[in-house]
């Protein structure tokens, strides 16, 4: 079977001396775009206490005189990646007070080269030929044209004819020179179930996933976002100048986005090609109700891509459907209260230094691993306690890592995949055992 993905194809401009001065001009705009929209989102906020939504900032920039110097659907991309920033600081100012919001784009005296995306009445591509139109706003025509004509090369192994649909093109400028990002929906042959076996999957703060397998619970911490946030966060403060965020900021800020998205990609990569192995073809993921809830949600437009959450979500969901792994979101109201040995879930029952504590069977363990084995259980619905004798596995801390199983029917023990900054990828950590 065959399922219809989005990939990003990079091209190469080839006339890159005809184009630039053009280009040029476009990111020189998209910038002041966005400068613009900055400023006022501020005169707003200062009237009325509340940063203006999507919507509002659009209709009022589109009696901006920059607004035409793009194409409508690119100037409207460049509001929109505004407003997808404010709502990521308000996240980020939820567990962070010194977060700032985005800044202006100024590069010394000049606005710096922002990316220009061309949508749908954007762009003609010519895939025969490997040209595509760019077109200008209304402001920036001249007489005889109103697009860039741009030639360009791709990878020998992509064909542009080939996809699907090209949804939009972006001109990116790389730190040297202009290159063009193709959208596009691609068909990708997928693989039939994995098998019959069904995991579930706890999402959290210090363990950023945690995995019931059906023979084995994995935890999967997130040490590398860790050191990273704190390395960064620092190198924020260090740079941060009275004109608001420098240069070295914004690059700290794009290279920590750039590592975190590796670091899902890797840790979903690494839960699908264990379920596979495990011949698992279900995998039920937590889904945190309140997260949809929260106060500063409402405020602008909600986007829920910029969670974390939802991001391994989307990866998991896509990569799953590649290698017949069929994820589901479960809402996680109570799995997190319940005890997955007996069901009990009174309040009584407790969490305390990561351990759940049921006082009906006295069940001691692991309390990201008891949400897991609850989402699991979502699915496969066994009788509380019996043939899969669960017992989740009692764990201690040994030296700030988990482990250690002391009564459990299980003949396997939950193990820790740490992420290795020199391989890139999860490894298997020795087991701790008291
Ligand atoms: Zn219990």
């Given at each position: 079977m065959a399922i219809e993905v989005t990939r990003t194809f990079v091209g190469s401009i080839q006339n890159h001396q005809q184009v630039c001065d053009g280009l040029d001009s476009l990111g020189d705009s998209a910038s002041k775009i966005w400068n613009v929209a900055r400023w006022t989102a501020d005169r707003v906020w200062d009237e009325i206490g509340k940063i203006p939504d999507e919507g509002t900032l659009k209709s009022y920039m589109?009696?901006?005189?920059?607004?035409?110097?793009?194409?409508a659907q690119s100037s409207q991309e460049v509001i929109e990646e505004l407003s997808d920033a404010f709502q990521s600081w308000f996240d980020l100012r939820h567990k962070d007070e010194k977060a700032n919001p985005p800044g202006y784009r100024k590069h010394g005296d000049k606005r710096p080269r922002s990316t220009v995306t061309f949508k749908a009445n954007g762009f003609k591509h010519d895939p025969e030929n490997n040209r595509v139109r760019l077109s200008k706003g209304s402001n920036l025509k001249e007489s005889w044209s109103d697009f860039i004509l741009s030639e360009y090369q791709t990878r020998p192994?992509?064909?542009?004819?080939?996809?699907?649909?090209?949804q939009n093109v972006r001109a990116v400028w790389n730190g040297d020179e202009w290159e063009l990002h193709f959208v596009c929906k691609v068909d990708l042959e997928t693989n039939d179930s994995a098998g019959d076996g069904v995991a579930g999957i706890d999402f959290g703060i210090k363990n950023i996933a945690t995995v019931a397998f059906p023979d084995e619970y994995v935890l999967y911490p997130g040490n590398l976002l860790k050191q990273d946030k704190h390395y960064f966060t620092q190198a924020e403060y260090d740079t941060e100048g009275e004109n608001g965020p420098s240069e070295k900021l914004m690059w700290a800020r794009r290279k920590l986005a750039d590592r975190e998205t590796h670091f899902y990609h890797v840790l979903t990569d690494a839960i699908i090609t264990e379920c596979v192995e495990r011949n698992v073809g279900t995998l039920a993921v937590s889904w945190p109700e309140d997260m949809r809830e929260?106060?500063?949600?409402?405020?602008?437009n909600k986007k829920l891509h910029t969670w974390a959450f939802d991001r391994i979500y989307q990866y998991l969901e896509y990569k799953g459907e590649i290698c017949g792994v069929e994820v589901l979101k479960e809402n996680e109201w109570n799995t997190s209260k319940?005890?997955?040995?007996?069901g009990d879930n009174t309040k009584s029952n407790r969490i305390e230094r990561g351990l759940y504590v049921c006082s009906s069977c006295k069940l001691v363990a692991n309390a990201d691993c008891n949400g897991a084995e609850n989402m699991r259980q979502k699915i496969t619905?066994?009788?509380?306690?019996?043939?899969?004798?669960?017992?989740c596995v009692v764990v201690r801390e040994t030296l700030s890592l988990v482990i250690t199983k002391i009564e459990d029917f299980r003949t396997t023990q939950p193990s820790v995949h740490l992420f290795d900054r020199e391989s890139g990828t999860f490894n298997t950590r020795e087991q701790v055992v008291s």
């Open positions: 589109k009696n901006q005189s920059c607004w035409k110097d793009l194409n192994d992509v064909d542009l004819s080939k996809v699907n649909k090209v929260s106060d500063w949600g409402k405020t602008g319940t005890c997955s040995r007996c619905p066994s009788p509380h306690g019996e043939d899969r004798s669960n017992g």
